[in-house]
């Protein structure tokens, strides 16, 4: 494990692990860690020595403590993801990397594929955000009326626990995305952690279109992978990225939006070579 200090930006965490010898990047998903892709023991981890980078407010990434609280809501710009590749390099040469991701962490591996098409092999995204403008988060991110309802629900101790129970009862997450939402913001602190996490990762917005074209342009190997029963990332959403590709290796598997558990990584083993 390891830091990338970014100037102007803080030290971003890493763990290393995977016995392969091909490098990849990876990018957790909401309330995780970059552990989060240990359980890929059988399959990913075999053929890649995976650097798996802890978002900021999760693990030990740390935002500079000169940002203000107006800043984290503004977002950080992608120029400061490109920072994340550069400083990789600075330890590890500039090489050939590959890329994967989970959720919300598919939004910074997108923006490096985008900005670095030629140095990059292979791209993995699990229960993608970032394929397609997802209408819940445009709502809290962009609207004011959003905004106003996020901020007022990171304060309150009942309005958010409320507002997950009304959206497990019409089945828009299912009993164990409740379970693990409610665990973190049973907090005033894991609220506003979910607050600043998702408003500082607002301005990433990949430019699908390009990504598609350069994708085919270079030759990556892609994976899209989708849970049957996700109701926040379906496939139904990435529909129109995944038609513009050459050749996507598309799979969706018999689970929901909490992807990335041994399950996964037995029907990633078991794919014909």
Known sequence: MGF???????????HEYGSGDKPMLAFHGYGMTGKQFHVLKKSILTKYHVYGIDHFFHGESELESTWTEKEILEGMPREMVKAYLEEWFKIYGRQRVSLMAYSIGANLALILLEEYPDLIEEIILMAPDGL????GFEFLMHKPMGKFFFRRATKSKWLAPSLLKNL????????????????????????????YTLNIIRQLKPDTNRIAALINQHHIKC???????????PISAAKPFIAKLDDPQVHEVQLGHWLVVQALDEYLLNLPQ
Do not use: C, M, W
């Open 4 to 14: 990338l200090t970014i100037p102007g930006l803080g030290k971003v965490h890493y």
């Open 223 to 233: 994976t899209l992978i989708f849970g049957r029963d996700d109701k926040l990332f």
């Open 168 to 195: 497990k009862r019409v089945r828009f997450i299912d009993d164990s995305l409740y379970t693990i939402a409610y665990n973190e913001i049973d907090t005033e602190k894991k609220r506003q952690d979910v607050y």
């Open 132 to 135: 397609s403008v997802y209408k």
